[in-house]
């Protein structure tokens, strides 16, 4: 197994860490629940912008079975300019507060190394970059604190309109890009089992190219690292089947179902609860195919 070899997929990842915890990945995918600690958020709109309206959200997405929580203080569509100083007030906070009433992992959604290394201080374990690791100290501030990195396709950067993408073939692009970050990663000391790999659906993408690599999950998952998948609620699920935001639910699981079955092992989701029972289930049915049952 390496990413050095680009053209030999590896054998399915098996464990995730997550911090001081290892997660048995084979069979059970992890459920990321999605905390939005900002005042424009394409799904909640500000919803859970509060510290306390965000801590209580935190609460009903742990007792839907979360796994992993994930905190993010700037979004990732075109917005007013967020600094630094203010993305940390957002999300600093937001991880001290959840931490302290929780016992669930946490990770931090950001591309800037210096939030990362606050939000790692501040007991984050994750660092879920949307940018593929442009920030050339995200890898090294990540390895020093003991983190696991997720290393997500982009085809120009967060917060840049990309109506218009172009592929010759994005599942091949898509590939060699992640492979090459993982490689990065590697490089960096970080261990697969800590290197999350994330196709980037709607991320400089058509919905007919995030409909693709959503299957091309299968392929994507045995490159040997854990495979994420974000559909939750996204506009490539709202194009195909001419959905608003708030009526894309049962197309989302629908969606993490068939990621799941293809090989991803961890889905960031806004309802947690019936992901959770999703994962199980597939869970399950697995369990029972080795078992011979």
Avoid at 114 to 126: H, I, L
Avoid at 238 to 258: K, Y
């Amino acid at each position: 197994m390496g990413a050095s070899s680009p053209d030999v997929p590896a054998a399915d990842a098996r464990s995730l860490r997550l911090g001081e915890r290892t997660v048995d990945i084979a069979d059970r995918a992890v459920v990321m629940g999605i905390l939005n600690r900002t005042p424009d958020s394409f799904y909640d709109r500000g919803a859970t912008f509060a510290l306390d309206d965000l801590v209580r959200r935190a609460g009903v997405l742990v007792d839907g079975g979360a796994d992993l929580l994930d905190i993010g203080g700037v979004k990732a569509g075109p917005g007013p300019e967020v600094t630094e100083a203010e993305e940390l007030d957002r999300v600093l906070p937001a991880l001290q507060a959840i931490r302290a009433r929780f016992d669930v992992p946490l990770s931090v959604d950001t591309w800037r190394a210096t939030v990362a290394r606050e939000a790692f201080a501040a007991g984050a374990v994750v660092g879920n970059d949307i940018s593929g690791f442009a920030d050339p100290d995200y890898l090294d501030v990540a390895a020093r604190a003991g983190a696991t990195v997720v290393a997500t396709h982009i085809r120009l950067a967060p917060r840049v309109p990309d109506p218009e993408p172009v592929y010759d073939d994005v599942v091949a692009t898509v590939r060699t890009f992640l492979l090459e970050r993982a490689a990065r990663a590697q490089a960096c000391g970080l261990t697969p089992d800590r290197i999350v790999l994330d196709a980037g659906l709607d991320l400089g993408k058509t919905a007919a190219q995030s409909l693709t690599l959503l299957r091309a999950s299968g392929t994507l998952s045995r490159l040997g690292f854990p495979l994420l998948l974000s559909a939750s609620n996204k506009t490539f699920l709202g194009v195909t089947l001419g959905l608003e935001i708030g009526e894309r639910t049962e197309a989302s699981l629908a969606a993490s179902a068939l990621g799941v079955s293809l090989g991803c092992r961890i889905v960031r989701v806004h309802d947690v609860a019936g992901n959770r029972r999703v994962c199980d289930a597939l869970a399950a049915v697995a369990r029972a195919r080795r078992e011979g049952a």
